[in-house]
């Protein structure tokens, strides 16, 4: 049957990198959020001043509850920092919220992936909404055409999976430039945030591999049910 399928088995890869890495994460954010940068300054006026060093005047800067759940809003162009993060001095706050920084100036900049990925955001959650049922409504009907429905919708969100991942690299390039640039951090400061970033968007390729791995699945089901 469709759950107890072998092709189960190809989702696994993904979901180890996937813990993996999120358990980088936290350790890697973990030891950084315990050393000061020299400058002693808070990410959330780091983040102020990049962005305005940077000629971006319009984004408004704000709080968000909760841990690493630090995010760029294109959309009313709000950066929220979380608790962690907003007024600590850190290696780790100060790479996070310059890699936010990143994504605001993104949008400044008019990058062009940025842009792609905010225009499909609507596109993407309702085919991937859709996209399971439909599936398996054409596996128990035995339907063709339905599969092959369910599978175009699928790879709607892993191409979204694919967008991000220059989204998320060029955002942590631009937050290393930006930080190093401004004398924010040296050396030694700038191979921590390095790190972060490196483990955060392990995060996002680990997202990528599953949903390519997944696609390639009901590509595979689809197929054997034509033998
Ligand atoms: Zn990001």
Not at 32 to 37: D, I, L, M, W
Not at 160 to 187: D, H, I, K, Q, W
Request: charged residues 15%.
């Amino acid at each position: 049957m469709f759950f107890y399928d072998w092709t189960y088995l190809l989702i696994i890869p993904g979901l180890i990198l996937g813990i993996w890495a999120q358990s980088k994460v936290k350790s890697t954010y973990a030891e950084y959020s315990r050393v000061p940068t020299r400058l002693g300054r808070s990410a959330a006026t780091v983040v102020d001043d990049l962005l305005r060093r940077n000629g971006n005047n319009k984004v408004r800067i704000g709080r968000v509850s909760g841990e690493l759940t630090d995010h760029y809003n294109p959309g009313n162009e709000t950066l929220n920092l979380s608790d962690g993060v907003f007024a600590s001095n850190s290696v780790a706050a100060l790479g996070i919220a310059a890699h936010e920084a990143g994504h605001a100036m993104q949008k400044h900049d008019g990058y062009a992936p940025l842009k792609l990925r905010t225009a499909i955001v609507p596109a993407v959650n309702i085919c991937s909404g859709l996209s399971t049922p439909l599936f398996f409504l054409g596996l128990l009907m035995s339907w063709e055409p339905l599969l092959t429905l369910g599978i175009i919708l699928f790879a709607a969100s892993t191409v979204f999976a694919l967008v991000t991942l220059p989204v998320e690299f060029n955002a942590s390039n631009r937050a290393v430039a930006m930080l190093t640039e401004g004398g924010y951090v040296n050396g030694e400061e700038e191979r921590g945030v390095r790190k972060v970033l490196q483990a955060a968007a392990l995060t996002y390729v680990a997202s990528a591999v599953t949903s390519l791995l997944s696609l390639l699945r009901l590509v595979m089901i689809a197929n054997r049910r034509r033998d």
